[in-house]
């Protein structure tokens, strides 16, 4: 989307081409302009009765913008925010949750399919410090759910009478860990700009991997000295590996 001045003029803009702006900030013409402009753009590319980012609908909330641009062009806008919201799952079990939200999410028309979705998707991924499945979506386009099948593998939902999208990973806690491992490694390499962040969440997975083997030390500690009715070397070690056998069934269970 062309303006008449550019976007680094009315905000500012990072070396990818990024700005991020959050509700508190302080406004002025063109900037109200772009997000104007570009919101309407995003409704009418979604068939939506209803403008879902304007400036008044954006200032004084908690919500986020983040906003891609080249010179005097916008190329996307990502609008997120937290929510609260009730899941119910296949059981009929309802939860409450308050996900961080993906609102509304247009790249113009000219630029879609060029990796500009992704790359504002990416921003806000590291900015927030959350994984894909983490988010829920409302109301995702046809488009935005190609879009996050195909970088992310995420097609697995209970659609919602309240419209937006969770997908199944949202409550798998294993998938969140090792998630966290392979997006730490993935982040390490990729994201080398932003060290303090992927340091802490390096730290965090070697305390938890240490956490856990110690732990588990712990447990065949415990097994080893509590068998006082094995007799000699040989049955003291069938019941240890026993007693150690259930133990790992037990943690795998409770998983
Ligand atoms: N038809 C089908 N899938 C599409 C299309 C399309 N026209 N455009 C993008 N995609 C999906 C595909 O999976 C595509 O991969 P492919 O080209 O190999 O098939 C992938 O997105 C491309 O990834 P990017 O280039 O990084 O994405 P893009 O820059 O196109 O941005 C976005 C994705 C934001 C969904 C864009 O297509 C768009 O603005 N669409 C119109 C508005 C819209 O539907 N927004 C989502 C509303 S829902 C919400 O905001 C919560």
Redesign the pocket.
Known sequence: MQFNFLISKCMSVNENGMTILNGSQLRNPQLDEVITTMGEA?AK??NLKQVITSPSRFYQTDQKLYIKSEGKQCL?ILKIGKKNLFHRDLSGLVREIQPLC??????HES????????ELFEEMLRCEIIYPEKLA????????L??LK?HYHLSNYIPQNNNFVIFSQYFDNRQQNVNLQLASQNQQSQYSSTPSKIEQLGTLMSQMTISSTQSKNQQQQFSKSQAPWATDQKSQQNMYETTTGLMSAQIQKKR
């Open positions: 995003s590319a979604q996307g993906v609102l509304d999410f247009y790249v630029m879609q399919r060029r990796g500009i979705g992704k979506y409302d109301r995702p386009s046809p488009k935005l190609g879009f195909k």
